[in-house]
């Protein structure tokens, strides 16, 4: 399933819209993060990041702030994590938490370990 979303998500990519790529680096960084490759989900968010921006797609663009700051850890993660938090908060979101499972969804357990070829 996690190689059927990959190739679902390069097919998105390669509409070069702003919001379509956004949400194919979304996916792509769903399944690097479920193989073990948080590194590559973490550079891919950002990029979904990025494109959301670009589309004014704010809710889309916070989730994956958060979640790309609950990979990075640390005090820079920390930061992105509460600035996320603050803004669906200025979005009146009464639980971030239910937003994240809807915009950005797959970032529990990890499903696999095998790496992105």
Do not use: C, N, Y
């Not at 994590?81 to 950005?104: C, D, H, S, W």
């Amino acid at each position: 399933m996690l190689q059927s979303a990959l190739r679902d998500a390069r097919r998105l990519e390669k509409e070069r819209t702003p919001w379509v790529d956004g949400l194919g680096h979304l996916v792509t960084a769903t399944v690097a993060h479920a193989r073990g490759d948080d590194t590559r989900a973490i550079a891919t968010l950002s990029e979904a990041e990025r494109s959301f921006r670009g589309a004014d797609m704010p809710m889309f663009a916070f989730a994956a702030q958060h979640r790309r700051g609950e990979l990075l850890g640390g005090d820079e993660g920390a930061s992105l994590v509460r600035a996320a938090g603050e803004a669906f908060t200025a979005q009146q979101i009464a639980k971030p938490e239910r937003m994240l499972e809807i915009f950005a969804p797959g970032f529990g357990e990890r499903r696999a370990t095998k790496r992105l070829a």
